[in-house]
């Protein structure tokens, strides 16, 4: 009885178009990638592989799709710099196995080798009670699907208004802190937490946050051209304070995650050091709220 929910996120976008997909232990990889191009977007039409981490072509192990592992026979062992697996045979535990993930460990996805389509994919949960041969099911998603696969990959999309709550309360630019902080005054509204907030000639004002409600909270990062959720946390049968719990869990894994996409942009290494002062602000907002131990 064990599944596997990853979170499979747009290189070129990741807060823009992603989607949740939970998937029995005992499926192969291929049911999984068959899953993930439909909802994406993409057709069945193209040579693919899975690899470690978001290494792409440089991963020491491809899991490559059937036709190309078959044609090629695994192709010539001392040719190869790089251990290769038939996606079809090789379950999603044994792939878990195999590369060693943990929770939040990440895999990639390249589809069509001309165009190079990548995605990479965050192990967000195990999950116990679900059957190991449950077929590949989307559980969450943002964002519409590709529109043109032909067209070349591009950043960008055509991201939702924000949820009801957030639209008719934040304005397009940074909000000040001393408002986000009136804002739990409201009855609708449990915890606001400022993460990034800036000093500026009219005073403090925030680029990042975590609020939440009653029964949903949310990360916010202000991009161009305005506010975007980069991460959507329910309630489902949390307390207030498990609710809480799992934002700051959020919170956490975001900054691990512009670490790694800053890196990748600017070719430095961001070590957890660098991360652990991005949480900063979220440790002073649980100690003056009295949930330190969070």
């Not at 977007?41 to 470690?52: A, C, I, P, T």
């Not at 498990?242 to 070719?267: C, F, K």
């Amino acid at each position: 009885m064990t599944a596997y929910r990853f979170r499979v996120k747009f290189d070129l976008d990741p807060t823009s178009l992603w989607r949740d997909i939970v998937v029995g232990a005992d499926r192969a990889i291929a049911e999984l990638q068959s899953a993930i191009n439909p909802t994406v977007g993409l057709d069945q039409d193209h040579l693919w592989f899975v690899g470690e981490d978001e290494d792409y072509w440089d991963s020491a192990v491809k899991y490559q799709c059937p036709q190309e592992y078959e044609e090629s026979l695994g192709g010539d062992p001392v040719l190869r710099t790089e251990r290769i697996e038939n996606a079809g045979d090789v379950t999603i535990g044994e792939m878990t196995r195999q590369l060693g993930l943990e929770q939040y460990d990440r895999i990639c996805y390249l589809y069509d080798y001309g165009d190079e389509w990548r995605f990479y994919a965050i192990l967000k949960e195990i999950v116990s009670e679900e059957p190991s041969d449950k077929e590949p099911a989307i559980v969450k998603k943002k964002g519409d699907p590709i529109d043109d696969q032909y067209d070349s990959p591009e950043a960008g999309g055509n991201d939702p208004p924000l949820p009801e709550p957030l639209y008719s309360v934040l304005p397009e630019t940074a909000v000040p802190v001393a408002d986000l902080r009136e804002l739990e005054e409201r009855d609708d509204i449990v915890h606001v937490i400022p993460l990034l907030s800036l000093e500026t000639g009219f005073g403090t004002v925030c680029e990042r946050f975590a609020i939440q409600f009653e029964d949903t909270g949310y990360v916010l990062e202000n991009f161009q051209p305005g506010w975007q959720v980069v991460e959507e946390v329910e309630r489902a049968d949390k307390t207030e304070e498990e609710l809480l719990a799992a934002l700051t869990d959020a919170v956490r894994e975001w900054h691990a995650e512009i670490a790694e996409i800053s890196g990748a942009m600017t070719g430095q290494h961001f070590d957890e050091e660098t991360v652990e002062a991005m949480h900063v602000e979220l440790e002073m907002e649980l100690e003056r709220k009295g949930y330190g131990h969070l």
